[in-house]
């Protein structure tokens, strides 16, 4: 059990840290490098609604409107 929860929260943390790493990239208007980085955030957890939000802010700053409606959509 104790093991378990270890195991839970070094992935809820590592999510963190890469969802972190994400939002720093596109505020420095790096927005395929995130976009990559909220792909993989959404890989471990496709309920992570801020990693969607992300997705789609940088595809919207990359003219891809409609795959950026889709992720706010999601």
Do not use: H, P, T
């Not at 994400?22 to 801020?50: C, P």
């Not at 992300?54 to 706010?72: D, H, P, T, V, W």
């Amino acid at each position: 059990m104790r093991q378990k929860l270890s195991n839970y929260l070094k992935r809820v943390l590592k999510g963190k840290m890469l969802l972190s790493d994400a939002n720093i990239l596109r505020s420095r208007n790096k927005f395929m490098d995130a976009l990559a980085v909220y792909e993989s955030v959404l890989e471990k957890d496709s309920k992570n609604i801020d990693a969607y939000i992300g997705k789609g802010i940088c595809q919207q700053m990359q003219n891809l409107k409609r795959l950026a409606y889709e992720s706010f959509s999601e």
